[in-house]
């Protein structure tokens, strides 16, 4: 078990990653395509670059993991074969973790660049092989597509220029709901203070835990395990996000992350 005011570290930060590959090989070997010693195998493949990262899976963007691909393939020399499963068991980790995985992993895609061509590979045979059931098909494109769409109705550019007495949910109802539920859910059910909700990063959300970074020391943080309500709720609540921002709780006021002040007033409601 983690307990609050444990530093975040390198094995922590490994058992988020292999948290989520043993979830993707379990989702493989449920597909019944592919053998035991086969998983085995796309595992350890996998590993040979997941292994190097000291930070959580929720927070590996496309940048990082290309450049290691790079780094281990050059130090390595892998064959042909091996690169070639290297990169579909990558893309399709993700495209999992991502599209699939009944609560997301990731909020970041992936494009894979070929180390040995330096070219995009979406390994779209791979992808195509692990998704093709009807049941898991469809999700995917769906959430791709409703990315592109447009968040926001009214555009302000300071939330200071705002009269104190008024209130502009620029929000869809909706999506603010779902951000309130989650965020009284999660200061009822931990000692977690309204700034530190209001200084909430994606990445410090991990499955069944929220990591409160230290506000003068960003190496020094607080873990606090979650119940399943509460993860639950967030999970439904970043669902309805569809833009780029790294912070966890987005703010009814243009495009910034929660306030103090708006977590305050939620907490006494």
Known sequence: MVNEGKVMTADMAQKTIQGCLDAFILYLKETGKFSDSTLVKYRSSANSVLKNF??????????????????????????????????????????????????????KSVVLIDPRTGEKNYCSNFIAKITEQPAVEEKPVKIVNEKKEPVHKVVVTDSSDIPANTIMKYLPEEVIMKRDIAIKSLMNNSNIT???????????????????????????????LINTETRNAIYDYLKTRKDSNEYLFESIFNEKSITEDEVSELSHM
């Open 194 to 224: 309204p700034k530190e909700v209001s200084k909430l990063m994606l990445f410090d959300f991990l499955h069944n835990r929220v990591v409160v970074q230290s506000q003068n020391v960003r190496s020094l943080m607080r873990v606090i």
């Open 54 to 107: 000291t930070i959580p899976f929720f927070r590996i963007d496309e940048g990082m993991l290309n450049e290691k691909i790079q780094e281990v393939y050059k130090a390595k020399k892998w064959t042909l074969p091996y690169t070639d499963q290297v990169l579909n068991m990558l893309a399709g980790l993700w495209h999992w973790a991502r599209f699939i995985a009944p609560n997301a992993y990731t909020l």
